[in-house]
């Protein structure tokens, strides 16, 4: 059950533990389940529980629940796996271990992570009261792909045009937007695809105004606007898209927000490439809709990286905004979205598609045309 090459996992942990010494760290506490995943190939929810993984000088090592044992024997490269008694309290474990494992000097720690709540945050300082926080080592090398990450991420794009495709019959007045999410959903696992980190957004009418998922489920209108933002995954890797259809013929004020959307991202896939900073991506973004007079209708951000995410979010930390600093470069992967949400009018214009950084610029990973319609 490995999807990559011991040599990779190999290579990926020398370049983890450089970052280690680079940080001024001995040893690190991992918590995070997409580092636990890019290091070893760990895969599984039980970070909903306490877990972390322990990197040494020469070895990786695991403690985690007894649930989780044979998914870390059958996943993972990590031979040495410690359970922690349920009814226990998982800190005594990891202070038991630590000591067996000789951990001392400065130890960094993973504490910018869904994987590590803020009671077992708590737990831990009562191990290890003296902490350096090393959240952003493993995002910033899981920031480049591996060619290998990159075919994955290549499958991902079709199964995201996929799951496009197998909804468009149902993008029609009277159509029910259950139906809308269980095609979308059900093209990205029939093609061998996984669940996504977050929820499928699928909204219409006033709710195609809204980019997050909310529960309910509506019916198109003769007259409608819908908006959708969903991924196709494979190997847990995100290839993300985002569109607002218009349902019959649109109206004059939708096929202009669509012009100055599609004009936006066009401008920002220009700026994105090798060098660049990703706040001057965002910066492309601002100045087209602020142009055309749509500045309080855009959001503060306009996309971020992608890769191998876990619940509750498919978002990697690197983000498009003002004060963004991250140095865009070759192999990463961005997910560009032009969201414009006009209150007053009641209409939403959302196009946006991921793209891989190469040497010369850019190239969309989606073959679908944007467009206004289905």
Known sequence: ?????????????????????????????????????????????????????????????????????????????????????????????????????????????????????????????????????????APTLRLTKSTTEIAYIRRAAELCDAAFEATTPLLVPGASEADILAAMQGAVLAGGGDYPGNPFIVGSGEHALLCRYATGRGTLLETDQITLEWAGVYRQYHVAAMRTVVIEEPTPKQHEMFEVATEALSACEAALKPGTPMREVYAAHAEVFDEAGYGDHRLKACGYALGARYAPSWMEPQMFHAGAETVIAPNQVYFLHMILMDSENGFAMCPGRTSLVTEAGVEPLSKLPLSIGP
């Open 1 to 137: 059950m490995l999807h990559f090459s011991t040599e990779e996992f190999a290579h990926r942990q020398a370049r983890f533990r450089a970052a280690m010494a680079e940080a001024g760290v001995d040893y690190a506490l991992l918590f995070a389940p997409e580092t636990h995943y890019w290091l070893t190939g760990y895969d599984t929810f039980g970070f909903c529980f306490f877990q972390c993984m322990i990197v040494t000088p020469h070895d990786i090592h695991l403690l985690t629940r007894s649930a989780d044992l044979r998914q870390a024997q059958l996943t993972s490269v990590v031979s040495d796996i410690r359970v922690w008694p349920d009814g226990t309290n998982p800190e005594e474990s990891l202070a038991e271990m630590l000591t067996d494992l000789g951990v001392t000097g400065r130890v960094g720690a993973e504490l910018d992570t869904h994987g590590l709540t803020a009671r077992n945050y708590q737990r831990l300082l009562r191990v290890q009261p003296d902490l350096v926080d090393i959240s952003s080592l």
